[in-house]
T-cell receptor
Framework: EAQVTQNPRYLITVTGKKLTVTCSQN?????MSWYRQDPGLGLRQIYY???????DKGDVPEGYKVSRKEKRNFPLILESPSPNQTSLYFC???FGQGIGYTFGSGTRLTVV | KQEVTQIPAALSVPEGENLVLNCSFT??????LQWFRQDPGKGLTSLLL???SQREQTSGRLNASLDKSSGRSTLYIAASQPGDSATYLC??????????WGAGTKLIIKP
């Protein structure tokens, strides 16, 4: 089954404790992206990647890191999480920007 | 800077009604516009994609229109069903190929 898999689905952590949210796709998509979704706001892009070893900042990259060492994986790293990073996170992949996006099920992160 | 607005934020209608969801955007220089559906605890599902050169797209009971000059799109749902209950999001792809999202309309269809 073609899908984007995110883990974990839920995570509660403390301020400053490094964490990684994994994202993996099995569709050989070149384009991958991370978004955060907050109440009353639309999805906002954190980082995106056009291909292996190519990553770019989105609208809200501060406090996040990503890597794209393999085509299928695009982990999101929070080196020192803060409470304002409490949010719902989505990973997505596509053959090209804006075309046929497939989204993961989301990761609900709470930073206390 | 492109801004996308969806009105209303929430809508509750009886089963069987036809309904329209609205999406507006401030900059008409878009590449395409997409409608998505979001179910609680699940990811987003792409419903319809309208290229900037197109006026509308249809899929089953769904019809999406695009009026680029006025900065508007509508999603028409015919003969609504309880299973249509979800949050509907629209997103425009701007000239930099980035998706700009609306905050969504939460739709409840009452049996």
């Amino acid at each position: 089954e073609a899908q984007v898999t995110q883990n974990p689905r839920y995570l509660i952590t403390v301020t400053g404790k490094k964490l990684t949210v994994t994202c993996s796709q099995n569709m050989n998509h070149e384009y991958m992206s991370w978004y955060r979704q907050d109440p009353g706001l639309g999805l906002r892009q954190i980082y995106y990647s056009m291909n292996v070893e190519v990553t770019d900042k989105g609208d809200v990259p501060e406090g996040y890191k990503v890597s794209r060492k393999e085509k299928r994986n695009f982990p999101l790293i929070l080196e020192s999480p803060s409470p304002n990073q409490t949010s719902l996170y989505f990973c997505a992949s596509s053959f090209g920007q804006g075309i046929g996006y497939t989204f993961g099920s989301g990761t609900r992160l709470t930073v206390v | 800077k492109q801004e996308v607005t969806q009105i209303p934020a929430a809508l509750s209608v009886p089963e069987g009604e036809n309904l329209v969801l609205n999406c507006s955007f401030t900059d008409s220089a878009i590449y395409n516009l997409q409608w998505f559906r979001q179910d609680p605890g699940k990811g987003l599902t792409s419903l319809l994609l309208i290229q900037s050169s197109q006026r509308e797209q249809t899929s089953g009971r769904l019809n999406a229109s695009l009026d680029k000059s006025s900065g508007r799109s509508t999603l028409y749902i015919a003969a609504s069903q309880p299973g249509d209950s979800a949050t509907y999001l629209c997103a425009v792809q701007d000239s930099n190929y980035q998706l700009i999202w609306g905050a969504g309309t939460k739709l409840i269809i009452k049996p």
